[in-house]
């Protein structure tokens, strides 16, 4: 079984808060990067579903700067086989729409049984990519994944779909596209050894031109979205402590809801 993994790597949320370019961009080349934390959910399923197996692969897909295979070795070093990185000046500024089309053109360049995906990224949240990329590579999509369970010898797949009252259970035939939650698991950390044997693993570099996209279509002059304004959350005001006795201090949050007439 091959399954190839969307990753992508974003501006590490721990490093103080991301940068932004004067025309709201994200300042990529000045921030830290860190693997998609929802990326590594679906990974770590990828990676458990091979093992399983026995037998198999697990390529990583990105599209991102030309100096993201040092933050992609971390995704091999925690078992992946091998990467595909789609990299481009003309991409900078890239909206969703492109980056959807530029990763489902990749996409078609390689050979899967499954296409797995994070929900979302934690340096947009629009969480329409994966979607997009099934849309317009013809595949089953099916998303909000709390279990993927393949069945190669039927060549379906068995997905349990959170859902706002428990799950579904949903099955399409392979190959399919899938995006996961967090539930799949906690992502492994990388061994020293996984560390040491990521730097002689293949990430293969495609630019615009291999997968025939014209460079007018991508980046900021083919952007269908563009942010117009940015500005910190405004600062949090006082706060009342109550320390008093449970009556107590049941009795001041009922009389502080009733002044503000929330209740």
Known sequence: MRIVV???PVPDPASGGERLLPDFRLDRANSPTVVNGNDEYVLEKALKLIEAAGEGEVVLLSMAPADA??????????GATSGVLVTDPALAGSCTVATTRVLAAALQTLEFDLVFAGVDSSDGFAG???????????????????????????RTVRVRRISPTGYDVLEAPMPALISGTQALGEPRYP???????ARAKTITVLSLADLGIDPGSVGSPGAT??????RPPEARAATRVIRDGPDEAARQVVDFLAERRLI
């Open 6 to 8: 969307l990753t992508k």
């Open 69 to 78: 295979p040092e933050t992609m070795r971390k995704a091999l070093a925690m």
């Open 128 to 154: 329409v990519v994966p979607a997009g990329v099934a849309t317009l590579t013809g595949l089953p999509y099916l998303s909000w994944a709390a279990e993927i369970e393949p069945d190669t010898a039927t």
């Open 191 to 197: 061994s020293l050894k996984g560390i040491m044997g």
């Open 225 to 230: 979205t563009r942010v117009v304004d940015a």
